[in-house]
C-alpha cells in the first residue's frame, strides 16, 4: 500500500481558481445572453405596437368619407398611440393625390427606444367606391 502525501488528495489552490475564472467567464455570457434576449423582446413589442398603431389608421382612413382626405393634409394621430410604444411617439398621415380619383395615405408613427428614433411607415391608396366612371 503506498502512502498518500499531499499532492494526493482534494484540488490545488491553481485549479480551484481556474475553475472558478472559467465557471464565471460563462456565468457572464449567459447572463448577456438574457439581457440581449431582454433587449429584443422589448424592441419586438414597440414595434409590433406602432404598426398595429399604423394599420389602424389606414383603416380608419379608409372607412372615412372619400373627400375628407384632403391632398396635401397632414392629419396627426399621435394622441391615439398606444401609451405602450415610449415618450416622444408620433404619428402623422400624409394624403396625396397621384391621379384623379385616387389618394394616397402615408402613415407614419415614430418613436424613441433608447437606441434611437425608430419608425414605421405604411402606405394606402384610397379611391372612390361606387361611382361609374
Known sequence: MKPH??????????ELLITISVIGIISAG?????MTIQRVQVQTSYLESATRAAERE??????NNYNSLIPGQDI???????????????GIVKVTEPVSGLRRVDVSVTYNDGGGNRSVKLSSLIGVIGIAQ
Do not use: C, H, K, M
Request: aromatic content about 8%.
Open 5 to 14: 502525501g499531499p499532492r494526493d488528495s482534494g484540488f490545488t489552490l491553481v
Open 76 to 90: 396627426n394621430f399621435t394622441s391615439s398611440l398606444p401609451t405602450t410604444l415610449p415618450a416622444s411617439r408620433s
Open 58 to 63: 389606414v383603416e380608419s382612413l379608409r372607412n
Open 30 to 34: 449567459i447572463t448577456s445572453l438574457f
